[in-house]
């Protein structure tokens, strides 16, 4: 995760107002269509807050009450996941969008590799049905008290730590060109197949995390183009997992059987 | 493991709920799960410094009891005190667990598992992974809940709204009716037992720490059906958070627990560079005046410290904020240590904490407050639970720093084979049961089909504006009488004119105006209990402290605070506390706190507790 703070912004004159476009649809069955919001200026604005002064009052710019834009929120630092959408073309989190670094006037957008329920809310649920799929977690014998896990080294901690900070956002998914319609587990999943089959636990289910990223919409549909590690918010090595992971479908699959 | 055909609901995806039905599923038992959000994305990521358990790994004969006294005492003795004992008893299995579910907590040069130090205690009692604790543990939990909704236990019912519970005439909870937030449909969900696990109600300070799902709504709608609510007037409030128009961010305590120091230029409205101005002109007010615990007192004197200053103009810059200077420790340290929250600050604020001062203020965090329970979790009303921030236990008058993720657990964990031992032992509605559940779905669909149809001239989001604005000018960290009265006069009032709201969207498919509405009138109730509860103790304790009575008093309010719901307002009474295992004593962090007794319980190696 990398801070995106435009260091020449204070030398810049601040503008009068935020001019925000906003495309919109009323359920998932009609049209998309644009409108234009205006609000006046304040240092430290983000998406958010000015989606929040829009709900109040939602009125565009030509002076036409309308009904308010819908959009999701909920920890606003970034962690969540929950409010990202497309902002002027880019994939993100709108928390964390401010208003003093991006381009006038701001266009937003409902992600578009996800179905569109209404305004900028989309419906994400096939990622979490991804992480059933590759059996994303440790099998416990049980929650009963069996003392500490397996002794760890930092450095290896520290690489699980940065698969284990994805919130699901789906930003990667946006920015693949592979990735449409769900026709591909995408780097989201594959990044949690590293992340468990790294751990020494985990390591005795990793065939079955294996068999879940391959076949005909598995880890081969990887087109190497690169775009999901740009995309991650929280700076999530992607492409090394995709190629950790790759290695692994392979030799699964060349001596796999042997075990069976 | 045989089911005799239990449904527990729980409402509430974050850590308390995630561990409850992890624990009712493992037993094989079904689980209803609802969520407004799914469950992942749920406030417990928010979560930043650690988890608290004594597992006494660094050599500071540290121990369960030790983390109980410093809970308690944390505390200023208000908890009871058996369910704190519990709790402490069983952090650190809570943690192994959570080590054996794979969460990447950080680690010493031989592999086990690091602290570190926060407020309120001398100990190294943090376990932590980096600075996202809490979405780490969140996850592990949305982990092994995703195995057990495979195997088809757990249904998870996300995007759905708890409305109000379901009571028979003997006032028994037998489930609960959702709303749908797409389709806004309304539905009654029989259950043996319901499970609370909803989180705190920052929302109704306006901008807190919280998450915004964090209304209190269906816990004040549990109040308003009878059940009971617990020193409400116990809000902590964050020492250090960084002031935003739509939150206020939490900068963790892990960043004074990893040498953070807080200060302000000696010399008022000083306009130099924090970096040049020297130390003999800094005043490093929280050390000078607790040297023992500097500035790692507890959240409630720090905050009130910090507050003090500010309010003599003694802030930086003659401003409401002070320093938090982590610019003496080496970039690398922090990175390994505070990065994600450093992240935060940098990306928000737009400078690096690695080499300049953040600036920060006091912010609404959580509330100690909540559903009374019993030391099983249960709740007055027969059939309902809560667990986690929802409950008032544990934490008494001020929750310490890493306190809140462990006490979730522990609640969930508690509170869960409490509902399958309440769900075995009760007789099911006969064939008059479908009766009371369209009872409660018709009163639920009135008031919908009501708010959708009124239109008045009042704007529901400035009326919530205007409730977070006089709750945090004058039921936060210092109150005092008047306002407290002139406070719950302008919530009667804006109770007036929530009857005169319209709903501003005209396209009620995923609306957020009517969830909304709905929220703000269960918020009103609920800011009338805190600021009630205040107006009548009249002592300071804790979090709560008022300059006209400044005095911790004992004999008359060493009590629970409890409100029940009536038409006219909350009936406020109290109930006394359990203090015996540790004699209350005074609260004073400028000297070490006394040698606890040591209890030989408590003396036995962890491993084998």
């Known amino acids: 995760m990398s801070a995106h703070v435009d260091k020449t912004r204070a030398n810049r004159v601040p503008p009068k107002s935020v001019e925000i476009h906003i495309r919109r649809r009323a359920n998932p069955d009609s049209p998309p269509y644009w409108e234009r919001f205006e609000l006046p200026y304040r240092p430290n604005l983000n998406i958010i807050s000015c989606l929040m002064e829009i709900q109040k009052n939602p009125v565009t710019m030509e002076g036409t009450p309308t009904t308010p834009p819908v959009w999701q929120a909920n920890c606003l630092e970034q962690v969540c996941g929950i409010c990202t959408m497309v902002i002027n073309g880019r994939a993100r989190q709108s928390c964390s969008a401010l208003i003093d670094n991006l381009e006038q006037p701001i266009k937003l ?10 305004d900028l809310v989309v419906d994400r649920s096939q990622m979490f049905d991804h992480l059933k799929r590759v059996n994303a977690w440790i099998e416990l014998d049980g929650t009963y008290d069996l003392g500490p896990g397996p002794r760890m080294d930092q450095e290896d901690v520290q690489e699980r730590y940065a698969y284990s900070r994805c919130m699901t956002c789906g930003c ?15 780097p989201q999943a594959i990044a949690q197949v ?33 775009n999901c590690i740009q995309a991650c918010p929280m700076g999530i090595p992607l492409t090394r997992a995709i190629y950790e992971e790759n290695r692994e479908t392979v030799v699964h699959g060349l001596f796999g059987w042997l075990k069976k | 493991m045989a089911s005799n055909g239990i449904k527990i609901a729980i409402v509430g995806g974050g850590l308390a709920g995630l561990a409850a039905a992890m624990r009712i599923a493992e037993a094989g038992h079904a689980v209803d799960l609802f969520s407004v959000v799914p469950v992942k994305r749920s406030h417990s990521v928010c979560a930043q410094g650690g988890i608290n358990g004594a597992v006494n790994t660094k050599g500071e004969g540290d121990s369960t009891w030790e983390h109980f006294d410093d809970t308690v005492y944390g505390g200023d003795f208000l908890a009871n005190q058996p369910p704190a004992k519990a709790m402490c008893e069983m952090a650190p299995s809570i943690i192994f667990l959570f080590d054996r579910m794979g969460v990447p907590f950080s680690r010493t040069k031989e592999g086990l598992l690091d602290f570190r130090r926060f407020g309120g205690t001398k100990h190294h009692r943090t376990a932590f992974a980096g600075a996202s604790t809490g979405q780490q543990l969140l996850y592990a939990l949305d982990e092994q809940v995703r195995r057990y909704e495979v195997a088809g236990k757990v249904r998870k019912f996300e995007h759905w709204e708890m409305m109000s519970l379901v009571l028979d005439d003997a006032q028994v909870c037998r489930g609960l009716v959702a709303m749908n937030l797409q389709t806004l449909e309304l539905k009654a969900f029989p259950a043996d037992a319901v499970i609370m696990a909803t989180g705190g109600p920052g929302l109704i300070y306006g901008k807190s720490t919280n998450s915004m799902v964090c209304t209190g709504s269906a816990v004040s709608a549990c109040y308003q059906q009878g059940a009971k609510y617990a020193n409400g007037e116990f809000i902590q409030v964050h020492p250090t958070s960084i002031p935003g128009e739509d939150k206020l961010r939490l900068m963790s305590e892990s960043a004074r627990g990893e040498g953070g120091r807080v200060w302000v230029p000696r010399k008022p409205g000083d306009k130099r560079a924090p970096s040049s101005i020297p130390e003999s002109e800094r005043w490093y007010f929280l050390e000078e005046k607790f040297p023992a615990y500097g500035n790692l007192v507890p959240r409630d004197i720090a905050t009130r410290e910090i507050f003090q200053v500010c309010i003599e103009g003694k802030g930086v810059g003659g401003e409401n904020q002070v320093y938090l200077d982590l610019t003496h420790i080496p970039a690398e340290t922090l990175d390994r240590k505070l990065g994600a ?6 990306m928000f604020v737009g400078d690096d904490p690695r080499h300049v001062p953040m600036r920060i203020f006091p912010g609404v965090h959580y509330s100690m407050g909540g559903l009374w329970v019993d030391f099983d979790q249960r709740t007055n009303i027969p059939g309902l639970l809560a667990a986690g921030e929802c409950d008032y236990s544990i934490h008494g008058a001020n929750r310490l720093g890493a306190n809140s993720l462990v006490s979730c657990v522990y609640g969930g964990f508690v509170a869960a084979p409490a509902a399958i031992t309440y769900a075995k032992n009760i007789e099911r509605n006969g064939a ?8 409660e779905l018709r009163k639920q669909q009135e008031i919908n089909d009501a708010l959708v149809k009124q239109s008045g001239n009042e704007n529901q989001y400035l009326l919530h504006q205007e409730m977070g604005k006089w ?9 005092y009488n008047d306002k407290l009265k002139a406070t719950d006069n302008k919530l009667l009032e804006l109770m007036d004119r929530y009857k005169r709201i319209s709903i501003n969207d005209s396209n009620l498919w995923a609306t957020m105006a009517l969830p909304h509405a709905r929220h703000l009138d269960n918020m009103l109730e609920l800011a009338r209990v805190i600021t009630l509860g205040a107006l009548n103790r009249n002592e300071s304790r804790g979090a709560h402290y008022k300059p006209e009575f400044p005095e911790r008093d004992d004999e008359h309010f060493l009590k629970t605070t409890i409100a029940e719901y009536s038409g006219e307002g909350p009936v406020i009474s109290y109930e006394p506390v359990d ?11 400028s000297k070490p706190k006394q040698e606890p007794k040591h209890d030989p319980a408590a003396a036995r190696p962890v491993a084998n507790v």
């Not at chain 1, 957008?109 to 209404?118: A, H, Y």
């Not at chain 1, 020494?200 to 391959?214: A, F, H, K, N, V």
């Not at chain 2, 008059?432 to 009872?439: A, K, M």
């Not at chain 2, 709750?471 to 109150?479: I, K, L, Q, S």
Request: aromatic residues 8%; charged residues 30%; contains cysteine.
């Open chain 2, 471 to 479: 709750m945090t000018d004058n039921v936060t960290v210092v109150r």
């Open chain 2, 579 to 589: 203090s015996s295992l540790i004699p209350p004593r005074k609260r004073d962090y």
């Open chain 2, 341 to 346: 929250i450093l992240e935060i600050y940098e």
């Open chain 1, 109 to 118: 957008e409902p992600m578009q590799k996800f179905p569109n329920i209404r």
């Open chain 1, 194 to 226: 590293r992340l468990f089959n790294m751990h020494p636990s985990g390591e005795s289910t990793r065939d079955q995390r294996l068999e879940g990223i391959m076949g005909e919409d598995g880890i081969t549909n990887c087109g190497n183009a690169q």
């Open chain 1, 172 to 186: 990667c998914l946006e920015a693949c060109p592979q990735y449409d319609e769900d026709n591909y587990i995408g």
């Open chain 2, 432 to 439: 008059d049961g479908s009766r009371i559940y369209d009872q």
